[in-house]
């Protein structure tokens, strides 16, 4: 049963912002820490971004730049990962994915414990045209 569901992707030229969301609408993961992950064609899944659970430290990858901002709105009634994405590209073009872990620490124990994380989106695509 998919608990994590993401928004927020489309088809936009190159230039364009957008916000992706991801709903954890059971309130499942409000004591994880969360993150955003993409995969593009013929390519391996790629870390981003990822805030722990109190939103009090956030971590990126080193591949991105400040063009990606990750945020979250959490209380007793909602817990919502976004990704705002500015200045798109067409190679930002892929599927970007959250996921939940219980897990803190620096970027490298963060980053890999939510990749190996049995909690996943099921991803929204995101298309960049030039």
């Known amino acids: 049963q998919v608990q994590l569901v993401e928004s927020g992707g489309g088809m936009v030229q190159a230039g364009a912002s957008l916000r992706l969301s991801c709903v954890d609408s059971?309130?499942?993961?409000?004591?994880?820490?969360m993150g955003w992950f993409r995969q593009a064609p013929g390519k391996e899944r790629e870390f981003l971004a990822a805030?722990?659970?109190?939103?009090?430290?956030?971590?990126?990858s080193d591949s991105v730049n400040d063009r990606f901002t990750i945020s979250r709105d959490k209380d007793y009634a909602k817990n919502t990962l976004y990704l705002q994405i500015n200045s798109l590209k067409p190679e930002d073009t892929a599927v970007y994915y959250c996921?939940?872990?219980?897990?803190?620490?620096?970027?490298?124990?963060?980053?890999?414990?939510?990749?190996?994380?049995?909690?996943w989106g099921q991803g929204t695509q995101v298309t960049v045209s030039s």
């Open positions: 996921a939940a872990a219980h897990t803190d620490g620096d970027v490298h124990v963060v980053s890999r414990t939510l990749s190996r994380s049995k909690y």
């Open positions: 059971k309130l499942t993961f409000s004591n994880y820490a």
């Open positions: 805030i722990n659970w109190s939103g009090t430290n956030i971590y990126y």
